[in-house]
T-cell receptor, first 115, second 112 residues
């Protein structure tokens, strides 16, 4: 138990569906992140929120839409995805300092399959 | 641009062996380095975080060292057990989340 909870753990969707991934952290951290992990590739940073404000968008396609209503919750809204978007989506949180991202704590991930 | 390399990509050892996993990075201007463990289909579990001012960190059978000048970190696992089988990733931290760069990992198998 890392203090970061992701739901659902598994999701299968068609290319025309709309779905959302949810992340909740119970660690009192001020920053939350979405990462994408594809087979045989290093983790890719997608979005960063610091105190609910988006501070990084790593050139992610608009079919991925993040939402951070408060410092404890983070969503990733998905629509009109492509099969190549199938991956493990990981949420993380940290207590950011002035100069560093801080130690990252990850959730268990949401395994997404796009048919 | 920071590049992080982990060698070997895969490692298989018999139970009880002491082993070393390697992580190298190209830009020595880092703030910290973090080692993670990932079990198949699961998220990442933080093992050790070393600040740039530190040389090493220890937790149980794990010891991580950092040599900024040479751009290297090692994760030492003592008396390995089958339960240690997982993929181990290192991540090098700069001044922002964008500068947190992950290696591709070393897949460790400890044979009973």
């Amino acid at each position: 138990e890392t203090g970061v909870t992701q739901t659902p753990r598994h999701l299968v969707m068609g290319m025309t569906n709309k779905k959302s991934l949810k992340c909740e952290q119970h660690l009192g951290h001020n920053a939350m992140y979405w990462y994408k992990q594809s087979a045989k590739k290093p983790l890719e940073l997608m979005f960063v929120y610091n105190f609910k404000e988006q501070t990084e968008n790593n050139s992610v396609p608009s079919r991925f839409s993040p939402e951070c209503p408060n410092s404890s919750h983070l969503f990733l809204h998905l629509h009109t995805l492509q099969p190549e978007d199938s991956a493990l989506y990981l949420c993380a949180s940290s207590q950011r300092g002035i100069q560093t991202a801080g130690e990252l704590f990850f959730g268990e991930g949401s395994r997404l399959t796009v048919l | 641009k920071q590049e992080v390399t982990q060698i070997p990509a895969a490692l298989s050892v018999p139970e009880g062996e002491n082993l070393v996993l390697n992580c190298s990075f190209t830009d020595s201007a880092i703030y910290n380095l973090q080692w993670f463990r990932q079990d198949p289909g699961k998220g990442l579990t933080s093992l050790l975080l070393i600040q740039s001012s530190q040389r090493e960190q220890t937790s149980g059978r794990l010891n991580a060292s950092l040599d900024k000048s040479s751009g290297r970190s090692t994760l030492y696992i003592a008396a390995s057990q089958p339960g240690d089988s997982a993929t181990y990733l290192c991540a090098v931290g700069g001044g922002s989340a964008r500068q947190l760069t992950f290696g591709s990992g070393t897949q460790l198998t400890v044979l009973p």
